[in-house]
């Protein structure tokens, strides 16, 4: 007689077959793109506007940072406060602005993060180099 372990055995139960949700032939494009509805579109619209206002916002705020702290410490590395506000700014909307608008934070991969640190760099060397050319 021939003794079976327990990871032989053929289980009595069957795990269900769970069968995705079918897509209706109307809302496939001809490219294989399923179409989004009018509230899908209007959610993802308004996370966009929310991700670029966010972004705009810290931008300027940056760029304020970075004219007052420089010109009242004259020896500061400018990169190195750059860095540490670009760092600063992604942590802080990852972790607290985003999730409070309750926006999905899956659908973000890095090259929408790196686009949206991209606008942040921008506007703070925007608003940088106005401050130093009108306020100097």
Do not use: H
């Not at 590395?77 to 802080?92: A, K, N, R, S």
């Amino acid at each position: 007689m021939v003794k079976r372990s327990a990871k032989t055995q053929p289980s009595a139960e069957k795990p269900e077959r769970v069968d995705a949700e079918p897509v209706e032939n109307s809302q496939i494009t001809a490219s294989g793109k399923v179409e989004q509805t009018p509230e899908e579109k209007k959610r993802a619209y308004r996370e966009s506007l929310t991700r670029t206002l966010t972004a705009t916002a810290f931008g300027i705020i940056s760029g304020f940072v970075c004219y007052y702290l420089l010109e009242a410490a004259v020896g500061m590395f400018w990169p190195g406060v750059l860095i540490v506000l670009m760092t600063l700014t992604y942590y802080t909307q990852r972790r607290l602005v985003f999730p409070a608008f309750k926006m999905n934070m899956a659908a973000l991969n890095w090259k929408d993060w790196f686009g949206i640190q991209f606008l942040v760099l921008f506007y703070c060397l925007v608003t940088w180099t106005i401050l130093l050319n009108v306020l100097s």
